[in-house]
T-cell receptor, first 111, second 113 residues
Framework: SQQGEEDPQALSIQEGENATMNCSYK?????LQWYRQNSGRGLVHLIL?????REKHSGRLRVTLDTSKKSSSLLITASRAADTASYFC???????????FGAGTRLFVKA | EPEVTQTPSHQVTQMGQEVILRCVPI?????FYWYRQILGQKVEFLVS????????KSEIFDDQFSVERPDGSNFTLKIRSTKLEDSAMYFC???????????FGDGTRLSIL
């Protein structure tokens, strides 16, 4: 089954604008994580939100989690050209051994 | 800051040959993972490893794949008889505990000819 599907698939904004990416999943989760990937590089962990949390902040990042709708959103405020990357949500199962990534949102921030 | 290192960065292999991808996880981490990413597609979970044994594996991780932690620092992924469709980026990751942020290496690009 598919898990952690993001939308939009691609997003192009001007520097200074906010970027919102959404993620949906299908099964029960222990946590949901957001990662960033620059072209040709490994993934970098951004933020983890547990299933009993509703909102979390880290710098310019704000993540929400709605377990009743099985969805999450990542908001990047005051975007910068350096935020240009692909962003993936990933769900961790209750056992802690399996992490499933979504297809990702490609964000392009124009200077 | 400690990091996960992977070698080689690029591996070119003939179809049918065996290949070993190597990873050095962060030293105090206990959970280890392999993922693959076919060009332009999503990151796919292959296997997780904890306490010297496989904890979970995906349908992709068939009998052609194996993992090993031969010593206290290395974590390897072996593909016994490579196929064209094994061409992808392979990422190693580690975490201190389960359900914690994972730290990724920069990947090995595997090209099967």
């Amino acid at each position: 089954s598919q898990q952690g599907e993001e939308d939009p698939q691609a997003l192009s904004i001007q520097e200074g604008e906010n970027a919102t990416m959404n993620c949906s999943y299908k099964t029960s989760i222990n946590n949901l994580q957001w990662y960033r990937q620059n072209s040709g590089r490994g993934l970098v962990h951004l933020i983890l939100i547990r299933s009993n949390e509703r909102e979390k902040h880290s710098g310019r990042l704000r993540v929400t989690l709605d377990t009743s709708k099985k969805s999450s959103s990542l908001l990047i405020t005051a975007s910068r050209a350096a935020d240009t990357a692909s962003y993936f949500c990933a769900t961790g199962d209750t056992g802690g051994f399996k992490t499933i990534f979504g297809a990702g949102t490609r964000l392009f921030v124009k200077a | 800051e400690p990091e996960v290192t992977q070698t080689p960065s690029h591996q070119v292999t003939q179809m049918g040959q065996e290949v070993i991808l190597r990873c050095v996880p962060i030293s105090n981490h206990l959970y280890f993972y392999w993922y693959r990413q076919i060009l332009g597609q999503k990151v796919e979970f292959l296997v997780s490893f904890y306490n010297n044994e496989i904890s979970e594996k995906s349908e992709i991780f068939d009998d052609q794949f194996s993992v090993e932690r031969p010593d206290g620092s290395n974590f390897t992924l072996k593909i016994r008889s490579t196929k064209l469709e094994d061409s992808a980026m392979y990422f190693c990751a580690s975490s201190e505990f389960g359900n914690q942020p994972q730290h990724f290496g920069d990947g090995t690009r595997l090209s099967i000819l």
